[in-house]
């Protein structure tokens, strides 16, 4: 393990880098490398601190941890965990500084390894869900010579948490959920025809508050609908469906007046196609967010495109219906970033994925902890999220409309606090 040491802001860093198994269950049916990179970013209020660890697993998948800067907001879910603990920031493996894997000058990076051939990369990157990122992190509790540590799981980030109770309850002290208690045993597609629903109510509640934004919607598609698409920077083009996935934006506290503030621009300036592709939320930035995004669902089954697969007729026939989460092809042929792995895409969504969760073991899991359950979460939807808490003896449910899926974001010392209070009685 590699460790460098320094100081910013009255904070304390320590950043690790240690070696760990590529294929942690070997069931890769191709050549891969023994071993992968993976980085960890500790902070903590003092030098030599003795506080307990608390690893933050961030949403995605395919998104590195957050990089905080200083000083540290007094607001921030960041500020109450320091108080108790020290603070490990996880590049989940391919992000960040964690054998990050991406696309330059069309082709694949960080799978070099591999090879180019897309069955070997699809075979490869089923080492980069949830169960084998719990594996890097018992490897690091263990040189860090933890004998157990808490988790802090924000989305995706709160389904690698759920799978590190069910497969290492034993090393886990506390464990806490914000809009991440996925379905256990459940068809992806079964989950996505529920965020459908939540999301037909977000727009219809959008074009309410904003009734404008309706027709400027429906002549935006309209114009994505011609010929190959909106042309956007880079070389992107968007076509109708993409651009639904504007959608997102209604999944937040502040989203809607982020999507009402964009449609409010005209869609021919250059100012729109630039906030246009930035405000997609599937790209080349984070190529695993789009290309196993469905998987983090895959409980021992085949996505095949679920979101796509439940798409009511009434969304498919109205863009104005808006998409959330809800990936699909569209993203990986129309950016010239995730081009590279049209093909593996494909590969991915038709995969047998393995079990993630054993529910004997969750239910004899006894790791204190609480969950905020968001009422209203675009992304996740209530009731698997109670379903699933059932199974967890020790984790308390906070069920709130207070907060969209960004809770931890918008809110965080209050919304860490009133979990943390929680499990501890």
Sequence with gaps: MEETNWTRGGLHFRDVTFAAAFDHFGRAQVSVPDTLSVFARIISTEANSDKPYLVFLQGGPGVEAP???????????LARALADFQVVMLDQRGTGRSNPIGSTAGAITGLESVGEDASAIAEALACFRADSIVEDAEILRGHLGADTWSLLGQSFGGFTALRYVSEHASSLREVYFTGGLPAIGVDPATVYARTWQGMIGKSEAHYRAFPGDREKMRRLAELAGTGEGLALPGGARATAERVRLL?????????????????????????????????LPFSGRNPLYAIIHESCWADGAVTNWAARRAMPDEVREDFTLLAGEHAGPESVHEDPELTPFAEVAELVAAQ???????VAALEAADVRGAAAVYFDDAYVPVEHSLATVEHLSGVKPWVTNEYEHNGLRADGYRVLDRLIGLARG
Aim: glycine fraction near 8%.
């Design 352 to 358: 047998q994925w393995p079990r993630l969760y054993d």
């Design 67 to 77: 990089r905080p800067v200083t000083p540290v907001g007094a607001d921030t879910w």
């Design 247 to 279: 959608g997102h934006f209604l999944g937040t506290s502040d989203g809607p007046e982020k999507l009402h503030y964009l449609l409010d621009l005209d869609p021919a300036s250059a100012a729109f196609r630039h906030d246009l592709a930035a405000a």
